[in-house]
């Protein structure tokens, strides 16, 4: 029979917060575990062996009792474990996997190396989501890392409900999750962490937003404005004109196309989102906008005039700055079109699918 307590250890010193630490007794042994959880003695009660419920909800507090719970699960887990093998053990047997079990590796350092990963692999808008991911977690946390083991269900639970709180909508708290729980399915096969499946009570779906294609008549209407007036809104017009026309390519790609990618005839580019070969027949449409801006890209690899430079990481930001400068002319735009009438750099591929699958 094993039991195991937690307690609280006092400081010597008046008014300081004392330790936590783990009693565990085997067949009349008795050995402890320490640990660096540490509380002010008010806020303990021993004998029901927890946190007062006065500062449970706390941030500080919230860490502090999901670290206990799962310290104490693994400790369980660890002495059902032995007991199935069948073999004698003592208190020191279960103290020596605990510790190893406590080594593995973090939430943070795993969403960091992954981040790294994607990042030396050039995927740097997926690196920018999972870096989104790990700051908005860790602001639940309160900047404190964790193991993998201690991502339980009522812990995802309380951070659905911090994001909720928060006012994030809810397909960016999915958003978040679903990040989560892939960087937690690849630490369960890659660490052997026991899977506890801690993201079934949450969302993880994708709500159907508003429609974003517009009919053929809005395309031809900002076909034939007139924007001499102004270059910077003739060339978003343009590059949004051009992404209709090859199929709705994504503005990513538009940025990143280079003129070595136009062949015979033809346009063959691979997909930044999928890594996917496409190839568009270069049309007279297609054509004559790119025409329209060789001379300004007259000294540059690519086919338009928004990046300037090979490095990545500052490739990437002119891409984010151009994203962001594009979709707020085409805002302004949207003004010059029918009333109610909004126009954005998704709205070119939604309104291609539209009419794609309206011809059949």
């Not at 540490?38 to 007062?52: D, K």
């Amino acid at each position: 029979m094993t039991t195991i307590q937690v307690k609280l250890r006092h400081s010597g010193v008046q008014g300081k917060a004392g330790t936590i630490y783990y009693q565990i007794t085997h067949r009349r042994k008795t050995r402890r575990i320490a640990t660096h959880l540490q509380i002010a003695p008010e806020y303990w009660l021993p004998a029901a062996q927890r946190i007062a419920p006065a500062i449970s909800q706390t941030p500080e507090g919230r860490l502090l009792r999901h670290r206990i719970e799962h310290d104490i699960a693994s400790l369980r887990r660890i002495v059902r474990e032995l007991d199935t093998q069948g073999n004698g053990y003592g208190p020191d047997d279960i103290i020596m996997r605990f510790r190893i079990m406590e080594q593995r590796i973090t939430v943070a350092e795993s969403m960091r190396r992954e981040i790294d990963e994607l990042t030396n692999s050039n995927r740097l808008g997926t690196a920018r989501n999972y870096r989104r991911a790990l700051n908005s977690f860790m602001s639940f946390l309160g900047a404190k890392d964790i193991p993998f083991s201690a991502v339980t269900e009522s812990l995802i639970d309380e951070y659905n409900g911090f994001l909720i709180r928060r006012g994030v909508v809810r397909n960016t708290v999915s958003f978040y999750m679903r990040i989560l729980r892939a960087v937690y399915n690849k630490a369960v096969r890659k660490y052997g962490i026991e899977q506890t499946y801690p993201f079934q009570n949450v969302y993880t779906g994708v709500d159907q937003t508003r429609k974003r294609a517009v009919d053929e008549q809005i395309i031809r209407r900002l076909h034939k404005l007139d924007l001499s007036w102004n270059a910077a809104l003739a060339f978003a017009r343009d590059l949004f004109i051009f992404s209709y026309c090859t199929r709705g390519m994504a503005f990513v790609d538009i940025a990143y196309l280079r003129k070595s990618d136009i062949q015979n005839d033809m346009i063959c580019y691979t997909r930044h989102k999928t890594g996917q070969l496409l190839c568009i027949r270069l049309e007279p449409s297609i054509r004559s906008i790119i025409v329209r801006y060789e001379k300004a890209t007259e000294n540059s690899p690519y086919v338009f005039p928004i990046l300037t430079t090979d490095d990545r990481s500052v490739a990437y930001r002119q891409y984010l700055a151009a994203l962001n400068n594009h979709n707020r002319l085409l805002h302004k735009l949207s003004g010059l079109l029918l009333a109610g009438c909004k126009i954005t750099s998704y709205t070119s591929r939604h309104s291609w699918a539209t009419a794609a699958r309206n011809c059949n």
